[in-house]
């Protein structure tokens, strides 16, 4: 088991390395605004809006609700349990370009919680999933780039926020 968690761990670190090398002024400022669009609050209103201006059901929502609690519950907990420290204070070579909202970086509830939305959305519009789907990506790489996640912290949080949806799947539909 140690083992594969070294060569998580030495994969997670080339990877970064690879990614933050490649940075650029522009899309430095394009990873910022889309790891914005993930801090959370967009989602909410967009579930209103959904919820307001489509057909959605009641469970719909109440889906998403649960969900997105779900997520971060399991992700709070899984944080304060791994201490994983975020990759720019584990490596003076990788420069943050944002500050986190918390001390630990896995998994990236960034990523996790675009992933609940993703999927919610998706439900609502399906002819959106395509969009929701490569938004969901994007956040998680730009959580990468700006050098406050690992590879499989982002991994992690694509896992836990399917893990969440399906849960809260079962109980509303």
Known sequence: ??????RIQLWDERTILRIVARRGLSLTKFMKIISSVGDGYLWSILAVCFYVLTD??????????????????????????????????????????????DEYSFPSGHTAAATVAAILFSL??????????????????????????????????????????????IFFF
């Open 56 to 101: 959605v059901s009641l469970h719909w929502l109440y889906a998403g609700i649960t969900a997105f609690a779900v997520e971060l519950i399991c992700y709070k907990i899984i944080k304060q349990s791994t201490t994983r420290q975020r990759p720019f204070r584990r490596n003076p070579s990788i420069q943050n370009l944002v500050i986190p909202q």
């Open 1 to 6: 088991m140690n083992q594969m968690i070294e």
């Open 124 to 169: 609502a519009a399906p002819v959106l999933l395509p969009f929701f789907f490569a938004l969901a990506v994007l956040i998680g790489l730009s959580r990468i780039y700006l050098g406050v996640h690992y590879p499989s912290d982002v991994l992690m949080g694509f896992a836990l926020g399917s893990f969440s949806f399906s849960l809260s799947y």
